[in-house]
């Protein structure tokens, strides 16, 4: 006997969503975590970049993903994406006041 193929699927109606609409919403929350982060630890300098390095990624990720129809937070995404840009700035600040002040606040030679 010959196999019967399966009917074919109908296509969605006109303004249904295709998928999950937020399937990736996880991206913005990532982007905005992180971000936060990114900002509280500043102060440790250069060393801390990774987080607001990932704000950055996961909120340009986010947005893209809000652009899809896959995520519905492109808000966070963008915020997280600016704290990650902030969150550096801040650490480049830091890490220059800190090889300008060469220690001198903390540690004298001469006493």
Do not use: R
Request: net charge neutral.
């Amino acid at each position: 006997m010959t196999e019967v193929p399966p009917p074919p699927s109908m296509p969605p109606a006109m303004g249904m969503p295709v998928g999950n609409p937020t399937a990736k919403n996880w991206m913005g929350i990532v982007a905005l975590v992180a971000g936060i982060i990114g900002i509280l630890g500043a102060c440790c300098g250069l060393l801390n970049l990774l987080p607001p390095i990932a704000g950055i990624v996961f909120g340009i990720l986010g947005k893209k993903a809000d652009a899809a129809g896959e995520a519905n937070n492109a808000k966070l995404a963008n915020i997280g994406f600016i704290l990650g840009i902030v969150g550096i700035s801040l650490s480049v600040i830091f890490t220059i006041v800190a090889m300008a002040l060469n220690g001198s606040v903390y540690y004298n030679p001469t006493s």
